[in-house]
C-alpha cells in the first residue's frame, strides 16, 4: 500500500511534500522513529544535521546508490526547514523523500525532514518538509502508532516499542544486499525520560470491544466491522486477540486494534478480546454476543449454522489484520 499526502501539488507545497509505503513484512533492520515531543527542540538553526538519499553526486537525471552526509541545519522556516548547500553537502536529483536525521539525547537517530526540493542546483540548500507534521495523517493512512515514546500530546510516554532504535554511530554502516542488517540497534529509548521497563510492570491491560455492539442483527446473514480498544499503563499492549465462539480467530500486534469485517450466518455469536501486555498479563474483555436472525434462530434446535461444519458458520470475508512479527520477537527477547 503507498499513498501520497491528497494536499501535495507539486512544486510549492513542501510543507506536504509528504507519500508513503507499507511493507507487506518488517524490514529487518533498527527503526528510525520521527522526532517528536521535546526532541522537537532540537531542530535549530546550525544544528548538525544527517541526510540520507539516492540522488546523483552532480546534476542531471537518474538516481545512484545510497548515501549519506553530515550538513547543517541552515533556517528554521514555517513550512519547511533548510539543510546543508552552500559549499557543505546537500540534495540532489533523486534524493526527494530521503530523511534528514538529528542524534537525540540517548545517542540514536530521529527523523526531523523529508526533503521535498533544492535551490540552486544540484548540491544547493535543500527544502525539507516537517516529519513530525505528517504524524496525524500517516497514523490515519498506515493504522500504525509512529510515536511510541510519547502520547499524543507530546509527553513522554513510552511503551516496549520505544526500544531497539538505530544508533547514531550507525551512519554509513551496512550494504544495500544485506539490508543495512549490520546497522546497530539501541537499547529502550530514554530521549525524554527513563526507559518503559524502568520500573516494574504490574498493571494488567484493559481491553474491550467497541464494534459491534451486542444485541440482534438482521439476516439472514451479518456483516460487521470488528474493533477493539485496549490500554496499558505499563509497558504497554502486545497483542489483542479476537475470540469468537470460544475459538481465537486472529491476532493484531499493533493499535489500532482493527480485526476487518467479518460474515455471521444465523444464530448466536460470542466476541471476545484479549490482550496481553508486555509483561505477560493478560485480560479478557467483556463477551459482545450477536444474535443473527434468520432460518433456525426462531426458537428451534440448533446453531442455524450454514453448514456442518464449524462454529456458528462463520465466514471471513475482510481479514484486516496487520502481522508486525518483529514487535512480537522483540517483547519476548526480554524474557
Same mark, same amino acid.
Given at each position: 500500500?503507498?499513498?501520497? +499526502?491528497?494536499?501535495?501539488?507539486? *512544486?510549492?507545497?513542501?510543507? @506536504?511534500?509528504?507519500?508513503?509505503?507499507?511493507?507487506?513484512?518488517?524490514?529487518?533492520?533498527? %527503526?528510525?522513529?520521527?522526532? #517528536?515531543?521535546?526532541?522537537?527542540?532540537?531542530?535549530?538553526?546550525?544544528?548538525?544535521?544527517?541526510?540520507?538519499?539516492?540522488?546523483? %553526486?552532480?546534476?542531471?537525471?537518474?538516481?545512484?546508490?545510497?548515501?549519506?552526509?553530515?550538513?547543517?541545519?541552515?533556517?528554521?522556516?514555517?513550512?519547511?526547514?533548510?539543510?546543508?548547500?552552500?559549499?557543505?553537502?546537500?540534495?540532489?536529483?533523486?534524493?526527494?523523500?530521503?530523511?534528514?536525521? *538529528?542524534?537525540?539525547?540517548?545517542?540514536?537517530?530521529? @527523523?526531523?525532514?523529508?526533503?521535498?526540493? &533544492?535551490?540552486?542546483?544540484?548540491?544547493?540548500?535543500?527544502?525539507?518538509?516537517?516529519?513530525?507534521?505528517?504524524?496525524?495523517?500517516?497514523?490515519?493512512?498506515?493504522?500504525?502508532?509512529? %510515536?511510541?515514546?510519547?502520547?499524543?500530546?507530546?509527553?513522554?510516554?513510552?511503551?516496549?516499542? $520505544?526500544? &531497539?532504535?538505530?544508533?547514531?554511530?550507525?551512519?554509513?554502516?551496512?550494504?544495500?544486499?544485506?539490508?543495512?542488517?549490520?546497522?546497530?540497534?539501541?537499547?529502550?529509548?530514554?530521549? $525524554?525520560?527513563?526507559? #518503559?521497563?524502568?520500573?516494574?510492570?504490574?498493571?494488567?491491560?484493559?481491553?474491550?470491544?467497541?464494534?459491534?455492539?451486542?444485541?440482534?442483527?438482521?439476516?439472514?446473514?451479518?456483516?460487521?466491522?470488528? @474493533?477493539?480498544?485496549?490500554?496499558?499503563?505499563?509497558?504497554? @499492549?502486545?497483542?489483542?486477540?479476537?475470540?469468537?465462539?470460544?475459538?481465537?480467530?486472529?491476532?493484531?500486534?499493533?493499535?489500532?486494534?482493527?480485526?476487518?469485517?467479518?460474515? #455471521?450466518?444465523?444464530?448466536? +455469536?460470542?466476541?471476545?478480546?484479549?490482550?496481553?501486555?508486555?509483561?505477560?498479563?493478560?485480560?479478557?474483555?467483556?463477551?459482545?454476543?450477536?444474535?443473527?436472525?434468520?432460518?433456525?434462530?426462531?426458537?428451534?434446535?440448533?446453531?442455524?449454522?450454514?453448514?456442518?461444519?464449524?462454529?456458528?458458520?462463520?465466514?471471513? *470475508?475482510? #481479514?484486516?489484520?496487520?502481522?508486525?512479527? &518483529?514487535?512480537?520477537?522483540?517483547?519476548?527477547?526480554?524474557?
Amino acid at each position: 500500500m503507498c499513498r501520497v +499526502h491528497p494536499d501535495y501539488g507539486g *512544486l510549492g507545497s513542501e510543507a @506536504v511534500d509528504f507519500a508513503f509505503c507499507r511493507l507487506a513484512e518488517p524490514a529487518p533492520v533498527p %527503526t528510525l522513529p520521527i522526532a #517528536f515531543g521535546c526532541e522537537a527542540a532540537l531542530l535549530e538553526p546550525k544544528a548538525a544535521a544527517v541526510i540520507v538519499g539516492y540522488g546523483e %553526486t552532480d546534476s542531471g537525471t537518474g538516481d545512484g546508490p545510497k548515501r549519506w552526509a553530515a550538513a547543517p541545519v541552515r533556517l528554521v522556516l514555517g513550512d519547511y526547514f533548510e539543510v546543508g548547500g552552500l559549499g557543505e553537502p546537500g540534495v540532489c536529483a533523486g534524493d526527494s523523500g530521503g530523511p534528514a536525521l *538529528l542524534r537525540a539525547a540517548d545517542d540514536t537517530w530521529r @527523523v526531523f525532514g523529508v526533503a521535498s526540493v &533544492h535551490a540552486a542546483g544540484c548540491g544547493g540548500i535543500g527544502h525539507y518538509a516537517y516529519a513530525e507534521r505528517a504524524i496525524p495523517w500517516l497514523e490515519e493512512q498506515a493504522e500504525l502508532d509512529l %510515536t511510541p515514546c510519547h502520547a499524543s500530546d507530546g509527553s513522554w510516554r513510552p511503551d516496549f516499542r $520505544c526500544d &531497539h532504535f538505530a544508533r547514531a554511530n550507525s551512519a554509513g554502516v551496512g550494504t544495500w544486499t544485506d539490508s543495512c542488517a549490520a546497522a546497530p540497534a539501541g537499547p529502550a529509548g530514554t530521549s $525524554c525520560g527513563p526507559a #518503559f521497563d524502568a520500573s516494574p510492570d504490574d498493571t494488567p491491560p484493559t481491553v474491550a470491544i467497541t464494534s459491534p455492539e451486542p444485541g440482534p442483527q438482521p439476516g439472514p446473514t451479518a456483516v460487521v466491522e470488528v @474493533v477493539a480498544r485496549a490500554e496499558d499503563v505499563g509497558w504497554g @499492549v502486545a497483542e489483542v486477540a479476537l475470540e469468537i465462539d470460544g475459538e481465537v480467530q486472529a491476532r493484531d500486534e499493533e493499535p489500532q486494534w482493527r480485526f476487518g469485517a467479518a460474515e #455471521f450466518a444465523p444464530g448466536s +455469536h460470542t466476541l471476545v478480546a484479549i490482550a496481553e501486555d508486555a509483561a505477560g498479563h493478560v485480560t479478557r474483555s467483556e463477551p459482545v454476543v450477536l444474535a443473527v436472525e434468520g432460518e433456525g434462530t426462531g426458537g428451534g434446535e440448533g446453531c442455524g449454522c450454514r453448514s456442518g461444519g464449524g462454529r456458528g458458520g462463520l465466514l471471513w *470475508l475482510v #481479514f484486516g489484520t496487520w502481522w508486525m512479527g &518483529h514487535v512480537r520477537r522483540a517483547r519476548r527477547a526480554r524474557g
